[in-house]
């Protein structure tokens, strides 16, 4: 039932961009996108829902793909703030539990 | 205070003390939750309150008790607990809960751990 994010760790320079992926067996009604810094709880950054539009959090947006029941997060010219490790959240539709995903942790080196 | 605070933010139990977790939102929302967050482990979710009733238990076992006695605040009480239990145990709370979750604030977390 949980949704499986790709890639687990990346590594990237400031100002290169990068995709997180959120994948689920089965259809989704809506998707959360949660950025977590060490130490510290984890921040809404968006949602999606289904036949919704593509979201946008400053230079960090995302896009649900309902038919391939996945979800994308795009950090575009990344900063040294977006290190940190990101979730999805993931509903089925109403009433159905909610599920994170395994988590992507983004290093950002200057 | 603002937003969502925990306390206490560590605490160390042995497996036959009884403890509570405290959790308190100022944030006007009706809707609050109980995570655990486990090593290498996706965020699980344990319990939702919507105006102070339980819609959600996921299946977490008995010697977890949780505790809503007003749309602020939720507790979180233990005992009995083992030493697999031990984690980080965070707070959130979203505007509503109407069987849809909506954007969710945490707390800091309560870092607990079971000798």
């Known amino acids: 039932q949980q949704p499986v994010q790709s890639p687990q760790a990346v590594i990237l320079r400031e100002g290169e961009d990068a995709v997180i992926n959120c994948s689920s067996s089965?259809?989704?009604?809506?998707v959360h996108w949660y950025r977590q810094k060490h130490g510290e709880a984890p921040v809404f950054l968006m949602i999606l829902l289904k036949g919704g539009e593509q979201m946008r959090h400053e230079k960090i947006s995302a896009s649900f793909n309902e038919k391939k029941q996945q979800s994308s997060l795009y950090l575009t010219a990344s900063q040294l703030s977006y290190s940190g490790t990101y979730f999805c959240?993931?509903?089925?539709?109403?009433?159905?539990?909610?599920?994170f995903g395994t988590g992507t942790s983004l290093t950002v080196i200057p | 205070e603002t937003g969502v605070t925990q306390t206490p933010r560590h605490l160390v139990m042995g497996m036959t003390n009884k403890k509570s977790l405290k959790c308190e939102q100022h944030l006007g929302h009706n809707a609050m939750y109980w995570y655990k967050q486990s090593a290498k482990k996706p965020l699980e979710l344990m319990f939702v309150y919507s105006l102070e009733e339980r819609v959600e238990n996921n299946s977490v076992p008995s010697r977890f008790s949780p505790e809503c006695p007003n749309s602020s605040h939720l507790f979180l009480h233990l005992h009995t607990l083992q030493p697999e239990d031990s984690a980080l145990y965070l707070c959130a709370s979203s505007q509503d809960y109407d069987g849809r979750t909506y954007e969710q604030y945490f707390g800091p977390g309560t870092r607990l751990t079971v000798t």
């Open positions: 089965k259809a989704l009604y809506s």
């Open positions: 959240g993931t509903e089925r539709g109403t009433g159905n539990q909610f599920y």
